[in-house]
């Protein structure tokens, strides 16, 4: 069959990351990763473990030096960002960032390796983060059962990770008594949009997102307003049923996506859920900066933010 004659038109361009084609095609940009093993800085230790051999699912499990070895430690599972279509839990960027999370708030974290789109469209990364929070919860691992507290589970996302974390909680709304408890969310900059561009949004952001949507989700309903990527959206589901006790919603003031995070804390701050929520706005920085700048003083105040929060400070 013959390709179409402009198959190779780029329709979305984020040149340190990814670049999607017309014709489906994806050009991955090769991050640096990270092996498993003890961080020289904070002493952290990290081992990975397959889930699933079928799907490939697995996590990367980080361990923070123990300064009470017999005191059980918080269980935080991360779902890292990338649109759906990049990055994994060896990217030296999330091992980094997950590292200095699990010392920082002395955690043992859990970093869901899930399938990406296009070869594996969503709902698969859903699925995988699903299973994944399930078994973490269920301490099979011996890292885990030793010294992890499974009474204690927090679920948290940056970008795509974040819109994760939000389709967890649905799910474990809609899951009744056969579910993991989570005591706390957190949503860094979470991934939402949506067909009609909200006031105050900028011109470019709704289609941007749409676009990126559409390539991890073609089988989505109503395309963007779609309420998996559309929490506010006509067809989303109430958000009073949210399945966590605690939520913290982070955005920064010059990402594209601050407006929907913005209407995302709104929406569930004036619903009928029965939790708290948090809000956190980093002035004058752009879409998880704290990734690419983790030494500069806006990355390391939400660092102390979040680590507040699993406090419950």
């Given at each position: 069959m013959a390709m179409e004659p402009d198959a190779d038109e780029v329709v979305f361009d984020a040149p340190e990351y990814f670049r999607i084609y017309k014709s489906g095609r994806i050009d991955r940009v090769h991050r640096p990763r990270l092996p498993a093993g003890v961080d020289d800085a904070g002493g952290v230790a990290s081992r990975d473990v397959v889930l699933d051999a079928g799907t490939g699912l697995s996590v990367r499990i980080f361990l923070p030096k123990l300064r009470e070895p017999r005191r059980k430690l918080l269980v935080l599972v991360f779902f890292h960002g990338g649109g759906f279509v990049v990055e994994s839990a060896e990217s030296a960027t999330y091992h980094n960032y997950l590292s200095s999370l699990a010392a920082a708030a002395g955690v043992v974290a859990v970093s869901v390796d899930y399938r990406l789109a296009p070869e594996h469209p969503l709902p698969a990364a859903y699925d995988d983060c699903w299973a994944a929070l399930r078994w973490a919860a269920s301490a099979q691992d011996a890292w885990l059962a030793e010294h992890g507290d499974a009474a204690r589970v927090f679920v948290a996302g940056d970008s795509a990770g974040g819109n994760i974390v939000h389709n967890v909680l649905v799910r474990a709304a809609a899951s009744g008594g056969d579910r993991p408890r989570i005591e706390g969310a957190i949503l860094l900059h979470p991934f939402f949009c949506g067909n009609t561009a909200m006031e105050g949004e900028p011109e470019h952001a709704a289609a941007r997102t749409a676009k990126v949507w559409a390539f991890a989700c073609p089988d989505a309903v109503d395309g963007a307003d779609d309420p998996r990527i559309n929490p506010t959206g006509p067809r989303a589901p109430a958000l009073e049923g949210l399945g966590c006790e605690r939520m913290l919603?982070?955005?920064?003031?010059?990402?594209?996506?601050?407006?929907?995070?913005?209407?995302?804390?709104?929406?569930?701050?004036?619903?009928?859920?029965?939790?708290?929520?948090?809000?956190?706005?980093?002035?004058?920085?752009?879409?998880?900066?704290?990734?690419?700048?983790?030494?500069?003083?806006g990355a390391k105040e939400l660092m102390d933010r979040v680590v507040a929060f699993i406090a419950g400070e």
């Open positions: 919603v982070c955005a920064a003031e010059k990402d594209w996506l601050a407006t929907r995070n913005r209407a995302y804390y709104d929406a569930v701050a004036a619903s009928a859920w029965r939790g708290s929520t948090a809000w956190v706005e980093t002035e004058g920085e752009g879409h998880v900066f704290f990734l690419d700048k983790p030494e500069c003083d």
